[in-house]
């Protein structure tokens, strides 16, 4: 659906993206996970061709993004709202799917389910500027698809939204992917990439780190599970692949009092493979 093929982009003496190859696969949510500055948003102005490779070069569906039919076939929600406060959510969503094209019983079709599917319907009418953080981010959400996209891009749609919000964004991305949508979704939260995510890319510095799934990240990344247990003779502290198998043996030669289990978590995998640096 969408490749980088040996991409580089640079501003001055800083390069944003160096020697970037990756393939979005159709139908599939992938995460791209990265610590600040790690190129991420510079990656996704490259997708939607709001900025040129200036070596190498980025494919969707067989066409460049910058060309504005190939455009017209994704939506992106970006992590600055992308909406008018004076305008009504219907008006809003109106707009940006004019934008793509769309008039006539399409425009208010498309947009009337757009609404709905974020559940601002009873809302729909009253400005944007009168709702609230998370109503925003899912009124965004609304006008990334009204033009039924086949990509749609989300960066860091959560932020900052209730619990609720953050839930029924959840629920959209999922129904969006069972309609065959391909989903590419920027976050720092590592629990929401294991909930949605078929594939999670790891970056930094601009290059691809790792790129599996959960499962694969953590096998290959993450390190040993760590066995944290009491016994009548004191505390112990074992990290081990088998850490059950390390439970029965120390359980048979001590009276067990209690333990803990720590697994290795996505989490685990980002710090190890991006450091544990404080990045500004």
């Avoid at 990756?22 to 190129?39: D, F, I, K, M, T």
């Avoid at 490779?53 to 504005?68: I, K």
């Avoid at 198998?245 to 359980?251: G, H, M, V």
Wanted: with cysteine; proline share 4%.
């Amino acid at each position: 659906m969408l490749a980088f093929h040996n991409v580089r982009k640079a501003f001055r003496a800083t390069v944003a993206v160096d020697g970037l190859s990756l393939e979005v696969r159709r139908g599939e949510v992938l995460g791209l996970l990265g610590p600040n500055g790690a190129g991420k948003t510079t990656s996704v102005n490259l997708a939607v061709g709001l900025l040129a490779p200036d070596q190498g070069r980025v494919e969707f569906a067989g066409g460049s993004p910058q060309q504005a039919a190939v455009r017209r076939r994704m939506g992106v929600a970006p992590q600055s709202l992308a909406i008018y406060d004076e305008l009504t959510g219907e008006e809003n969503v109106q707009f940006f799917a004019r934008m793509h094209g769309l008039r006539g019983a399409p425009l208010r079709q498309r947009s009337a389910q757009a609404i709905a599917l974020v559940g601002l319907d009873d809302r729909r009418r009253q400005r944007a500027g009168t709702y609230s953080g998370g109503m925003k981010r899912r009124l965004n959400l609304a006008a990334a698809i009204a033009h039924e996209p086949e990509l749609l891009i989300l960066d860091e749609p959560t932020a900052g939204v209730d619990p609720q919000s953050r839930n029924a964004i959840f629920e959209n991305i999922v129904a969006l992917r069972a309609r065959g949508v391909t989903v590419i979704y920027t976050t720092h939260y590592m629990e929401e990439a294991e909930r949605l995510c078929d594939r999670v890319a790891i970056v930094d510095r601009g290059r691809l780190l790792a790129l599996d799934t959960v499962r694969g990240l953590v096998a290959a990344h993450g390190g040993h599970s760590r066995l944290h247990a009491v016994t009548e003779r004191g505390e112990h502290t074992i990290e081990a692949d088998d850490p059950v198998a390390e439970l029965n043996r120390l359980q048979a030669s001590e009276r067990l009092l209690r333990f803990e289990l720590e697994r290795p978590s996505l989490e685990a995998v980002f710090l190890n493979l991006t450091g544990r640096t404080l990045r500004d």
